[in-house]
């Protein structure tokens, strides 16, 4: 059974920093890119950032460009957005989505983790 797990959130101060990071596991025959969203309680959510999943291409929204940095380690299992000068407009639930092929005759499915919270407040 393919999970994404999402870790590292927590309480920072303003200016402070967090890394949370995205791990898959299971069975995965192929995956897509990996997307960074965030939502806060009575808004939309907010895509943050994103990763092709060869790691070559990534993109950021405008309001993360500069602070938020995304890398994956090297057989592609784990993707860490590395969270910099936080805000607390940065405090939201923060998910991590990514497209995964279990097998190669199986439908792409969209699989979702199950979000961490951060906070940002002195």
């Known amino acids: 059974q393919v999970q994404l797990v999402e870790s590292g959130g927590g309480l920072v101060q303003p200016g402070g920093s967090l890394t949370l990071s995205c791990t898959a596991s299971?069975?995965?025959?192929?995956?897509?890119?990996l997307h960074w969203y965030r939502q806060v309680p009575g808004k939309e959510r907010e895509l943050v950032a994103q990763i092709t999943s060869n790691g070559r291409t990534i993109d950021y929204a405008d309001s993360m460009k500069g602070r938020f940095v995304i890398t994956m380690d090297d057989d592609g299992d784990t993707v860490f957005l590395h969270m910099n000068i936080l805000e607390p407009e940065d405090s939201a639930f923060y998910y991590c989505?990514?497209?995964?092929?279990?097998?190669?005759?199986?439908?792409?499915?969209?699989?979702w983790g199950q979000g961490t919270q951060v906070t940002v407040s002195s």
């Open positions: 299971g069975r995965i025959f192929s995956r897509g890119d």
């Open positions: 989505t990514q497209n995964i092929w279990v097998t190669q005759l199986d439908p792409l499915q969209q699989y």
